[in-house]
């Protein structure tokens, strides 16, 4: 079975720092089975790190979802799942997932 999402990985200097992005809960409890078991182990047997902070954050608000149409280049708002471009009518791609 697969997880829908998305990740991030980077470093400044000495600090480094992994964002991941999933379509639901569901998918994030499934991504945090044996691979993450592992590395808490690892970090608290070995050193694989001197310090973590991990969370699960939920967004307050989310923006409208701007979607550019590509036969007339304008942008739309696909927040309510619009299916057609509103300047010139074209059919729009099916709206992307937010992550």
Request: net charge neutral; hydrophobic share 30%.
């Amino acid at each position: 079975m697969t997880s829908a999402g998305s990740i991030i990985t980077g470093a400044a200097g000495d600090r480094a720092f992994t964002v991941t992005a999933w379509e639901s809960v569901e998918a994030l409890e499934r991504a945090l089975s044996k691979g993450h078991s592992m590395a808490k182990q690892d970090f608290r047997t070995g050193d694989l790190s001197s310090g973590v902070w991990t969370s699960v954050c939920k967004p307050e608000h989310i923006n409208s979802l701007w979607y550019r149409c590509l036969s007339c280049y304008q942008p739309n708002d696909l927040t309510n799942n619009t299916e057609t471009c509103a300047n010139c009518g074209s059919p729009l791609h099916r709206r992307p997932a937010y992550w």
